[in-house]
Each structure stands twice: as C-alpha cells, then as structure tokens.
C-alpha cells in the first residue's frame, strides 16, 4: 500500500467520529420505513428528528463534552440537554459496542428500559430520544473500522489513517420491505440476541477490513460502497428488530 495514494485520507474534517451525520440517517431512517404505522402513530411527530437530530446525540455529546465544539444546525447546544440519553448512570458514555459483553449488554438494557418505559407512558419525545441513541449505538458497532482497535486498524494502512474515508458517506437504501420481528421475549433476552448480531457483524467487517482498505487506499468508492451498504442494512435491520420489540411490548404490556 502506497502512502501517496493514501494521503488525501488524512485530511478529513475535525472531529471525526465513527459513521458521519448522513449514514446515522439513512440507517435510522430505513430501520423506521419498517415498522408497522401503528408503531410509528406512537411517535407521532417524534420521528422526523429522530431521524435527523436524535440518532446523532452520542457525536454531538463527545464534541460538545470533550472539544467544545457545537454544530451550527439544529439540535443540542450543551451537554446538559442530551447527557441523560448518552450516559449511563454509572457514568459510562453509551456511544458503541465496545466487546465487553457485560459492559454492552448494560447499554442495550439502559436503552431498552427507557424506551419501553417512555413508550408505554406515552412521552414520545423521550422515547424517539432513546431510541436515537439506540440506533447511533448499533450502527456505531457495525461500522467496519470498529471491527479492530486503532492501531491494528492503523497496521493495516501502513500507518494511514482511513478511518474517516472509510465511513464518511453511505448510499440511499431501503431495506425492501423486510418485516422486522421481536429480538426477545422480553428485554434481556433481547438484548442479548441483539448483542450477539452486533459482535457476529463485526466479524464480518474484521475479515472484509483488509479488501475494505486496500479500497479506502485506492479512492475506490465504489468498491467501499459495497461493504458500506452490506454493513449499514445490517445495522438497519438489528434496529428495526430492536424497535420492533419494544414497540410490541408496549403495545402487549410485556
């Protein structure tokens, strides 16, 4: 791997997260076009920002909390406005998987109590709220840089880093009328069927990074595009089956 190829990738916008603004949106939005219209009357008008505002929450709260940085387009402009969605009580920041199993199987069960609970009190803002960082959560654990640490992930570019060329665009998709189905009977089975899809798609992405930078190198997007789109509907789907579970069981009383 050539580093003149690859040096254009190192200047990328500041900060830089995992999947950037449009992708985050384009999987929550695919995930919502899934779900029954009953569920989605739940949310009322809470699904629009949800899409665009919501499953951003976890990258506004990292800028805002560590550099200081506030985006100028809608949405939160402290910490303080969003830090009961994105942080643990324990004080742990619920952002993506991180391959603690206890540690992860912690944030889905936070996540999915408070947006059962919203639900089934009928506070749909706070539910679509949670719920956004439930999907910034699985997308994070499914986008294909995360499947290895930083300097592994630095090894296989020869010390360049592709993280952000990586991860900075995904195309439009849908996911073709899929039906969602319950993850779980109830939230800890749940969690856990859900945790076990996450950490088997990072497999995926770890056996398809080597092919996935050697195009990132190549300014291949096409060939990038293929692995995005194979990763983003996957992360799509384990949220539609997410939401789809805790919108049944609210609806049930479960």
Same mark, same amino acid.
């Given at each position: ?7 254009? *990738?190192?200047?990328?916008? /500041?900060?830089?997260?995992? /999947?950037?603004?449009?992708?985050? %949106? ?29 499953? @951003? ?11 200081? $940085? ?20 324990? !004080? ?13 199987? !912690?944030?889905?069960? $936070? +996540? $999915? ?5 919203? *639900?089934? =009190? ?15 959560? @699985? ?19 020869? =010390? ?12 439009? $998709? ?29 497999? %995926? ?12 190198? !190549? ?9 995005? *789109? ?7 789907? @384990? +949220? ?13 009383? %479960?």
């Amino acid at each position: 791997m050539r580093l003149p190829v690859c040096l254009a *990738l190192l200047l990328v916008p /500041w900060p830089s997260t995992a /999947w950037d603004t449009a992708p985050h %949106q384009r999987i929550t939005k695919a995930a919502l076009d899934t779900m029954p219209r009953r569920f989605l009357d739940r949310l009322g008008t809470e699904a629009t920002p949800l899409v665009e505002i919501y499953c @951003i929450y976890p990258d506004r709260y990292e800028e805002m909390e560590h550099f200081g $940085f506030v985006r100028k387009s809608p949405g939160p402009r402290t910490v303080a406005e969003i830090r009961q969605y994105c942080v643990r009580a324990d !004080g742990r920041p619920v952002h993506g998987a991180t391959g603690d199993r206890d540690v992860d199987t !912690g944030s889905l069960v $936070f +996540l $999915f109590e408070r947006i059962l609970t919203n *639900l089934s =009190g009928n506070r749909p803002a706070e539910a679509a709220k949670y719920a956004g960082v439930l999907s910034h959560f @699985i997308a994070d654990s499914h986008s294909p840089p995360h499947a290895v640490a930083p300097e592994e992930l630095l090894d296989l570019a020869e =010390g360049v880093n592709v993280h952000s060329a990586i991860e900075r665009s995904l195309p439009e $998709f849908t996911l073709r009328g899929r039906v969602p189905h319950e993850a779980g009977a109830h939230i800890l089975t749940a969690a856990g069927a859900i945790l076990e899809q996450l950490y088997a798609g990072a497999a %995926q992405n770890r056996k398809n990074l080597p092919s996935i930078v050697k195009a990132a190198c !190549g300014r291949d997007e096409r060939a990038m595009d293929v692995y995005r *789109l194979r990763a983003g509907t996957r992360a799509a789907e @384990i +949220l539609a089956d997410a939401l789809y579970t805790l919108f049944h069981a609210a609806e049930t009383g %479960q």
